[in-house]
DNA sequence: CTATGTGCAAAGGATTTGCGATAGC
DNA sequence: GCTATCGCAAATCCTTTGCACATAG
């Protein structure tokens, strides 16, 4: 049977929390703050809502390079870019050709159910820093 | 100052048991196959030379939903389709319009180096089980 | 010969879980 | 009042590291 979901003080925080943030962020990422707002919240409920929460559709747990998941506001399809230097995931509009999804039959049987494209570079802030670095040197 | 590589009996056997994957194992799928060669091989051996020889450019780290990383023998790009069932990734053959990597623009500053796409769905065996699992009640 | 690599055991970092107490609905 | 959720601490899972010994080049 179906489980039903309190909105509860710190749920609604996360959740609330979570939708401020143009990028995306890790689970402690977002315990951090969320702790200036519920001081006593635990890690553990952070982790614990985040993943109710992306079970039931209304956010997205990312699976990205680095160590750590990420967690997006917003749970339908989209593309993401990540900064091979500071590790910042955002968000990334592209025009994906139609064709792009249908066109693998060569994939030894797979079902499709759909596809992300994951990019990678340099975030704005990085170029910066990089570019400042090698004229110092 | 570069170190050196040296191809010792244990990184032969990795590399080689990594190549005869055609899917892309984890650290510790590998860590089995390579003690049926080598008994005595630690786990600890399998991750560090797996990060040397994807440091060296020789093999590839991917990170693909799942707790564990993978890792494949080819390090040229490609793109990957993982089973939501049984988490096995393997490689997908796409055709990427090219305009796919230069479109996008709207992108908060990004410097873009390249993309990979990640198809996710179901495996053959997959398939076959879940539909046979549904005939059956 | 000597720097690099190994096995073992222990540490580390991210995430999950058990439990008794708390609080939505 | 019933049950989902909380905070805490401990457990778990994956990966990395320190160290004394071994070995490739």
Redesign the pocket.
């Known amino acids: 049977m179906l489980?039903?979901?309190?909105?509860?003080?710190?749920?609604e925080v996360i959740l609330h929390e979570l939708r401020l943030c143009s990028h995306h962020p890790?689970?402690?990422d977002l315990y951090d703050r969320v702790k200036t707002r519920?001081p006593?919240?635990?890690?553990?409920?952070v982790?614990?809502?985040l993943?109710?929460l992306s079970q039931a559709g209304l956010i997205k747990k990312l699976t990205i390079d680095g160590?750590?998941?990420r967690f997006d506001w917003d749970p339908t399809p989209h593309n993401h870019i990540f900064c091979m230097n500071c590790q910042r995931v955002d968000d990334i509009t592209c025009e994906v050709p139609e064709p792009l999804v249908a066109v693998p039959e060569q994939t030894t049987g797979y079902c499709i159910l759909g596809c992300r494209i994951n990019f990678f570079g340099l975030c704005m802030h990085c170029q910066e820093y990089i570019s400042n670095k090698e004229k110092g040197e």
């Open positions: 489980k039903l979901l309190r909105m509860t003080h710190q749920r890790t689970a402690d519920l006593r919240i635990s890690l553990a409920t982790y614990r809502n993943e109710i160590r750590q998941k």
